[in-house]
T-cell receptor, first 111, second 117 residues
Framework: DTGVSQDPRHKITKRGQNVTFRCDPI?????LYWYRQTLGQGPEFLTY????????KSRLLSDRFSAERPKGSFSTLEIQRTEQGDSAMYLC?????????FGSGTQLSVL | AQKITQTQPGMFVQEKEAVTLDCTYD???????LFWYKQPSSGEMIFLIY??????QNATEGRYSLNFQKARKSANLVISASQLGDSAMYFC??????????????FGTGTSLTVIP
């Protein structure tokens, strides 16, 4: 059990560029979650997978955001045409059905 | 309506004293779970304690206890004998067990706790 791994830890990009983040959950955890957290706020739900199925997506999530979890293992979160308002910490968490186990997050800065 | 409400943006406590962090929740689901997470300045989210909606007794984990009042929909975290290392953000969270969409977690806005030596 190596914990939830996220890559990269930090990403700096220019407005308008596309970015992709990767999350490797704890093996055998069938549930995977993406959250966004801005300074001084709690994690905000983005989307949730059970195995390879994306069961829920936040209504706050624009069409520029997309997530995949092929084969129910790792997951990717892509943001197209980034905006300065996308600057945040993107947290991934996995769960076997009880509590959430979080990764260290990817800090995105959009210049 | 907010699913999780934490009304204390910041709290201070003297070292070795006890402190209570407030949390209220809103759900119509009879089956749910309540969690507290700690987030130090380093950023990682650390699980502290869990309370199930059907649990009869309040949960305890070492110096942490959860004061669960179901009728009032509150799940306050009590930290006893505060230590300097307890200074961090604390988040209350709720898991709803939805029939068709599985588990969904909601987080509050957090309480910043500062332990004074």
């Amino acid at each position: 059990d190596t914990g939830v791994s996220q890559d990269p830890r930090h990403k700096i990009t220019k407005r308008g560029q596309n970015v992709t983040f990767r999350c490797d959950p704890i093996s055998e955890h069938n549930r995977l979650y993406w959250y966004r957290q801005t300074l001084g706020q709690g994690p905000e739900f983005l989307t949730y997978f059970q195995n390879e199925a994306q069961l829920e997506k936040s209504r706050l999530l624009s069409d520029r955001f997309s997530a995949e979890r092929p084969k129910g293992s790792f997951s990717t979160l892509e943001i197209q045409r980034t905006e300065q308002g996308d600057s945040a910490m993107y947290l991934c968490a996995s769960s076997p059905g009880g509590k959430l186990f979080f990764g260290s997050g990817t800090q995105l800065s959009v210049l | 309506a907010q699913k999780i409400t934490q009304t204390q943006p910041g709290m201070f406590v003297q070292e070795k004293e006890a402190v209570t962090l407030d949390c209220t929740y809103d759900t119509s689901d009879p089956s749910y779970g309540l969690f507290w997470y700690k987030q130090p300045s380093s950023g990682e989210m650390i699980f502290l304690i869990y309370q199930g909606s059907y649990d009869q007794q309040n949960a305890t984990e070492g110096r942490y206890s959860l004061n669960f009042q179901k009728a009032r929909k509150s799940a306050n975290l009590v930290i006893s004998a505060s230590q300097l290392g307890d200074s961090a953000m604390y988040f209350c969270a709720m898991r709803e067990d939805m029939e068709y969409t599985g588990n969904q977690f909601y987080f509050g806005t957090g309480t910043s706790l500062t332990v004074i030596p």
